[in-house]
């Protein structure tokens, strides 16, 4: 199984920009679509963004579309989720994936077997 570490986040200004990485190790995520979620307390976790295994294909959640944009690099084994105009609504923790989609869905979190540990993001106002 392959090991994922987010980093980046942190406190972040409304209107604020940060990116978020993701790093894999134990083995290459050539063959995984690759999602982001995020969670906050009290609540489950929703999906943000996901990208095909070449990275041509990438689908957002509505609140998030124009302002996140999901890219990979499969040569040095990341993800990253680069987040603009940022509100305090995207407050949460967030999560880097791997997974087929053809076991529910981009969207669907039951479609990826591989988490992270997350990484927060504070947007305050």
């Known amino acids: 199984q392959v090991q994922l570490v987010e980093s980046g986040g942190g406190l972040v200004q409304a209107g604020g920009s940060t990116r978020l990485s993701c790093k894999a190790s134990?083995?290459?995520?050539?063959?995984?679509?690759m999602g982001w979620f995020r969670q906050v307390p009290g609540k489950g976790r929703e999906f943000v963004a996901a990208?095909?295994?070449?990275?041509?294909?990438?689908f957002y959640r509505d609140s998030v579309k124009g302002r996140f944009t999901i890219s990979r690099d499969n040569a040095k084994n990341t993800v990253a989720l680069q987040m603009n105009s940022l509100t305090p609504e995207d407050t949460a923790v967030y999560y880097c994936?791997?997974?087929?989609?053809?076991?529910?869905?981009?969207?669907?979190?039951?479609?990826?077997?591989?988490w992270g540990q997350g990484t927060q993001v504070t947007v305050t106002s």
């Open positions: 994936a791997a997974g087929a989609w053809y076991k529910g869905g981009y969207s669907n979190d039951r479609a990826y077997e591989s």
């Open positions: 990208i095909s295994r070449s990275g041509g294909t990438t």
């Open positions: 134990g083995r290459t995520i050539i063959n995984d679509s």
